[in-house]
């Protein structure tokens, strides 16, 4: 079909809170009937490793809101002032705060990363991993899910060229 | 309004986006054309998003009710 709307992706970011809206986004778009192409380059692509490990950053993302995803509905909506000199030296804060984001998704009834990476799969939403990433970081293509073509930036532009949505996460 | 007779029911209560949309694509794809799915959800952003799915595909957004807060979509294939 001609008209098929195409959405192209390059997801550069593999924190917990960047690596959602690139699954999001792309297997809504094949849910809408749009083509969806997904380029996964320098910090993105760890978000293709077999086994995700993406954790959140408080310490640097200041508008962060931090938040309990249990207790009472007064107490989860406080938004604790967590000082820099905390979220930066304390031993394990990222872990902690990746727990927490993760257990309010759940609850929240958000998708894991995971899930909304085989959807989109499922829906033949296209993963492409960066080469020279690859090369410069010293990934290997058994790291990877199946299913991930391997190019670089021609590859991507190729399609991106006719493509209606572009965009840089 | 008598409840609309539906081929296949949907159930999204307590799922957030995109799972509502994804799961009603999915369901939408194991109908035939011209049958109609009842999707259930309680995210409140399901209203909008579903009327622009709708939109988008070419499928249509029969009916749309809420109750306490859980929305019913009803929607026939194209």
């Known amino acids: ?169 | 309004m008598s409840e609309i007779a539906s081929n296949l029911e949907l159930n999204c209560e307590g799922l957030n986006c995109p799972l509502p949309i994804l799961k009603t694509k999915k369901a939408i794809d194991s109908l035939n054309s011209g049958e109609i799915l009842k999707m259930i959800a309680t995210d409140p952003g399901s209203v909008n998003d579903m009327a622009s799915w709708a939109n988008r595909t070419g499928h249509e957004l029969v009916a749309h009710t809420e109750s306490a807060g859980v929305h019913t979509f009803f929607i026939k294939k194209k």
């Open chain 1, 1 to 169: 079909m001609s008209d098929t709307k195409k959405l192209a992706i390059i997801a550069s970011q593999g924190t917990l809170d960047w690596g959602y809206p690139p699954f999001i986004l792309a297997s809504t778009a094949a849910a809408m009937d749009m083509e969806a192409v997904i380029f996964f380059t320098f910090y993105g692509l760890p978000l293709l490793k077999k086994e995700i490990d993406a954790k959140v950053s408080p310490h640097s993302n200041p508008a962060m809101p931090m938040k309990m995803p249990f207790g009472s509905k007064d107490f989860q909506s406080i938004n604790w002032p967590i000082p820099n000199a905390i979220s930066g030296n304390v031993p394990g804060f990222d872990n902690m705060a990746t727990m927490l984001m993760k257990e309010t998704f759940k609850k929240k009834g958000v998708a894991t990363i995971e899930q909304l990476r085989g959807m989109c799969q499922e829906f033949g939403v296209r993963f492409i991993a960066c080469q020279m990433t690859m090369e410069v970081f010293g990934f290997e293509k058994e790291e990877f899910i199946d299913g991930v073509e391997y190019g670089g930036a021609a590859t991507f532009l190729e399609y991106a060229a006719d493509a209606d949505i572009s965009l840089f996460i």
